[in-house]
Every structure is written in structure tokens, then in C-alpha cells.
T-cell receptor, first 114, second 111 residues
């Protein structure tokens, strides 16, 4: 079985601060990991992915994420945060041989205050 | 121009009725998917198709039937609708296992 946990349902920061959204996963083999962002009333937009190789991956909108096998985490980071980053962020896992099925976490609602 | 089209954007249905959700992608992708997002549950995978063949099905109920008439189409037929089926249904597509791109969604309300 595979699962994704995003322990923080809500995160509130001031503009200009550094943001880090937490994601941990459970999977018996090497996973493919993704971050997506959803703005209010909109669909999901792809931010970045980790397949293999460098532990730090860079994506769109200035985001990056760090894969840590030691604690099964894939945290999303950005510095500095901008008010336009306010949205809901989803971490997702795709397992090997899973026919590309994405398993999503419950999401983290990020609010950036001016 | 939108690359993944879902129709309709909003849909209201009566309990027990049947509806078809339309999805077309113009990205040249070989794989298409359906996901569901509701207030009660996180984003859930439903089906995946590759080259018009069913690859994976995580929907327990046979009331949900995907239909692929063309390689860039994957519609979702839902029969005997229930209020619990109320959700936003997202279609997605990808090319050869790469990242999935999501359509705008169809918001279904079952009364």
C-alpha cells in the first residue's frame, strides 16, 4: 500500500518569509514524488517532481523540494514567499507499476499575509 | 487555448439519474485519468487508460464507467446517481509516464 501524509492542514506566513510545506510518504520501493498547487476555484497545476538523481529538485514559480530517503519526506520550499503563493498545495506519490496512479495527500492550505 | 477540455463545468442532477462527463485532451498524450475531489475525501484516483485501454480501476462501484471513443477522449458515465457522488471530477492526461496535467474539472451536484 502507498500513502502520503501532509501533517499541516493550514500554514500561515507573512510575505517575505521562507515557507516549507511538509510531506511524508509510505511506499515499499523508490517512489516518484510530485507537488501540485490548486488556486481557489481552479484545477491542479504541476509544480515539480522527483524521479531519481539530485535530492533537490526545482520547479515552476520559484519552488523547490528536497527528497530525503532517510525519513521518507519530500518537503516543498520557497524563499521569499509572496502573497500570490496563497493556495492549496498537494503532495502526490506514484508507485512503480501502478499504471501512473497518483496518491495524494490531503493538502496544505497556505495563506501568505501581506 | 485550453489543452484539456471538460464539459460541462457545472452539472446538477437528480438522485437516480444518469450523467456523462466529457473529457478531451489536445496534448498528444497517450494516458488519461479520472480523479474525484470532494469535501469529505482528498483527491481520489478513479481510473487510468493508456492507448484507450483500461490500465487501473480504483472505483469499487460499477455505476462509474469510463468510455474512450477516441484516443484523446475519456468520458465518465455515472448511473444511478447518489448525493454522495457530489464532487468535482477532474480529468488528467500524461505522456509515457511523465507528470499528469489536469483539466478544469466538472463540479457535480446530486440532489
Amino acid at each position: 500500500a502507498q500513502s502520503v501524509d501532509q501533517p499541516d492542514a493550514h500554514v500561515t506566513l507573512y510575505e517575505g518569509a521562507s515557507l516549507e510545506l511538509r510531506c511524508s510518504y509510505s511506499y515499499s520501493a523508490a517512489p516518484y514524488l510530485f507537488w501540485y498547487v490548486q488556486y481557489p476555484g481552479q484545477s491542479l497545476q504541476f509544480l515539480l517532481k522527483y524521479i531519481t538523481g539530485d535530492a533537490v529538485v526545482k520547479g515552476t514559480k520559484g519552488f523547490e523540494a528536497e527528497f530525503r530517503k532517510s525519513n521518507s519526506s519530500f518537503n516543498l520550499k520557497k524563499s521569499p514567499a509572496h502573497w500570490s503563493d496563497s493556495a492549496k498545495y498537494f503532495c502526490a506519490l506514484e508507485g512503480w507499476g501502478g499504471a501512473d496512479r497518483l496518491t495524494f495527500g490531503k493538502g496544505t492550505q497556505l495563506i501568505i499575509q501581506p | 487555448d485550453p489543452k484539456i477540455i471538460q464539459k460541462p463545468k457545472y452539472l446538477v442532477a437528480v438522485t437516480g439519474s444518469e450523467k456523462i462527463l466529457i473529457c478531451e485532451q489536445y496534448l498528444g498524450h497517450n494516458a488519461m485519468y479520472w480523479y474525484r475531489q470532494s469535501a469529505k475525501k482528498p483527491l481520489e484516483f478513479m481510473f487510468s487508460y493508456s492507448y484507450q485501454k483500461l490500465m487501473d480501476n480504483q472505483t469499487a462501484s460499477s455505476r462509474f464507467q469510463p468510455q474512450s471513443s477516441k484516443k484523446n477522449h475519456l468520458d465518465l458515465q455515472i448511473t444511478a446517481l447518489k448525493p454522495d457522488d457530489s464532487a468535482t471530477y477532474f480529468c488528467a492526461s500524461s505522456y509515457r509516464g511523465r507528470e499528469q496535467y489536469f483539466g478544469p474539472g466538472t463540479r457535480l451536484t446530486v440532489l
